[in-house]
């Protein structure tokens, strides 16, 4: 009886301890197998999007967007006062929209005389507000050598130099008085100031005033 008792517990032992070496080999082999996946999946798998990548992408985008364009903003209910005169429909003060140019100026005039020069001017130049805008004749620009072409828009007309036609576009002078002012000149010599004209017959101190900030010596 001792025999097979012992017999018993032997074989009890041996199970126990081959159950327990499978039973570790099996979740060795399962872990293995799940390690194994898991790096397989890893290695197959595509690329993560690189940092760079993104910037080149985003640079692309940035590139082919269309460039900003700078805008001139012009008040248009502002006005400008011009003072056109010479070869023109309608010579005076005429108002006109911040931004316009010598053409528009001409036109807010009523447009050139058929004497006009308008090649004598630069139709394209920007007027500002006071500016004093001479539009010659052809035949004046041929006879008379004093027309001063260089005083453009914005100057004063130099009374030393300018023309009778030129002189007349001033407020307050008229044919008489812009040849008074030609044979004074040459008579007595230049005029040393604007209000050195009260040496002209006819020029008082109301008209020097309104001389004074259009006209130069």
Not at 147 to 159: H, K, R, T
């Amino acid at each position: 009886m001792e025999f097979s008792v012992w017999r018993e517990r032997v074989r009890s032992e041996l199970r126990a301890r081959v159950f327990n070496r499978r039973t570790a080999q099996l979740v060795a082999s399962a872990v293995t197998v799940v390690i194994a996946v898991l790096v397989a999946v890893w290695l197959f798998s595509p690329p993560a999007d690189r940092v760079e990548d993104s910037l080149s992408s985003a640079n692309a985008e940035v590139t082919t967007s269309p460039p900003a364009t700078a805008v001139l903003w012009i008040d248009t209910e502002v006005s400008l006062s011009v003072h056109v005169a010479g070869e023109v429909t309608s010579p005076g003060v005429h108002q006109m929209p911040v931004g316009s140019r010598v053409i528009d100026a001409i036109n807010a005039a009523d447009g050139p005389t058929d004497d006009a020069e308008l090649d004598a001017l630069n139709l394209a130049a920007f007027v500002a507000d006071g500016d004093r805008l001479y539009v010659p004749s052809g035949q004046a620009l041929v006879s008379d050598p004093f027309v001063d072409l260089g005083q453009g828009v914005g100057s004063p007309i130099n009374v030393n130099k300018a023309s009778a036609i030129e002189l007349e576009s001033l407020p307050g002078v008229g044919p008489a008085t812009a040849d008074q002012i030609i044979r004074e000149r040459e008579a007595n010599g230049p005029f040393s100031s604007i209000d050195d004209l009260t040496r002209v017959s006819g020029i008082g101190p109301a008209t020097v005033e309104k001389l004074r900030d259009v006209a130069s010596t």
